[in-house]
């Protein structure tokens, strides 16, 4: 299975001169905890991720102004990355590689295509651990109860 078969291609954006508060409203108002930082008008390569935790330790406990601060400031880069033809082995490799829990998709042209979190990866993983264990379930009832 791919990368880009399981990420979330529904990919909240921030800009890099925007304020951060501006990025944290709309983090409330899409109920999500990641931004993806591009350039453009949103179709553009990204540049950086801020989540809700960059803007609590960052930006916050760091004493900025959230008004004044722009998401430039408090984003974490760079971007760390993989083709969304990527195997999902490959993913956690690179995960685990980058030390970080979330990888930009992208596909042709290094366009933003996705974002894939190990929460997209462990559903996967407890959707593919269903079968076995209906499977023990019915070998061993002892096992499973």
Do not use: F, H, Y
Request: hydrophobic residues 45%; contains cysteine; proline residues 4%.
């Amino acid at each position: 299975m791919s990368a880009g078969r399981i990420c979330s291609r529904m990919v909240a954006t921030a800009w890099p001169n925007e304020p951060v508060r501006v990025a944290a409203r709309r983090m409330a108002e899409q109920e999500v905890g990641t931004l993806v930082v591009v350039e453009g008008d949103g179709a553009g390569e990204a540049v950086g991720l801020v989540t809700d935790r960059d803007i609590a330790l960052r930006c916050v406990a760091g004493g900025l102004d959230p008004d004044r601060a722009t998401v430039a400031q408090i984003m974490t880069r760079p971007v760390k990355a993989i083709d969304e033809e990527a195997s999902i082995e490959e993913a956690i490799t690179r995960m685990a590689e980058k030390g970080t829990r979330r990888l930009i998709v992208t596909g042709e042209g290094k366009r933003l295509v996705g974002i894939l979190s190990i929460d997209d990866i462990l559903g996967l993983l407890i959707e593919e651990a269903g079968p076995i264990g209906r499977l023990l379930e019915k070998q061993s009832p002892r096992i499973v109860a």
